[in-house]
């Protein structure tokens, strides 16, 4: 595989270079964007703008730690869990010896990184199972799609647009999903026992 160049800009000004590419492991892109404020607002900004406000949603998170990937050697991929009576849940992934891992940013306690130990996407993906859940404690994730390289949107700059970067999520519900299990499976699926529901929210806020 062909690295991207480290010394490629995108773009992006020399602060937000610097900061980025001092995150020079997954271990540090998760930390940093946990520790931007949640936002509940329907909006898709780029990793210029993500920087600029100090907060950002699921997708923003990914599309953050995805360029912080790229200005670190690595592909910028990210993959969309699909969930139903839920929100779907955007990941930036990558691999480390063959082996898959994430980084993510959620308000629930569980649905943040994972180590690298995935030999599938698949795998990656069924152990987001048990820690996602809608409010009324039902276990919604159902599929997930192929990786999606946001080197393809460059010319509609996803990294630096001032406006919001719809395109990024347009490719995610064009992606190729793959099902987790069958529905007759689905409709059998029991609630979340109480104790697992109240660990899994910490973080949560209500909005």
Known sequence: MIRPDRRESFGLPAENLRELRALTTPTRIQQFIDALTYQYADTAWSP??????????????ALL???????????????DLEAVHDDDHVLAIYREGGLWGSIAKSNFAGLRSRSPIYRTLRELALSY????????????????SV???????????????????????????AARHYTLFPDKIAHTLPRLDRRSFEAGMHGWTKH
């Open 48 to 61: 210029q703008r993500v920087l600029r406000e100090r907060k950002g949603h699921c997708l923003e998170g």
């Open 129 to 144: 199972f048990e820690h996602y859940y809608n409010l009324r404690g039902e276990h919604t994730l159902r599929s997930y």
């Open 147 to 173: 990786p999606v390289n946001l080197a393809r949107l460059d010319s509609l700059h996803w990294m630096t647009s001032e406006e919001d970067v719809w395109c990024v999520p347009e490719a995610l519900i």
């Open 65 to 79: 730690a995805a360029a912080a990937l790229r200005l670190n050697g690595r592909s910028p991929l990210i993959m």
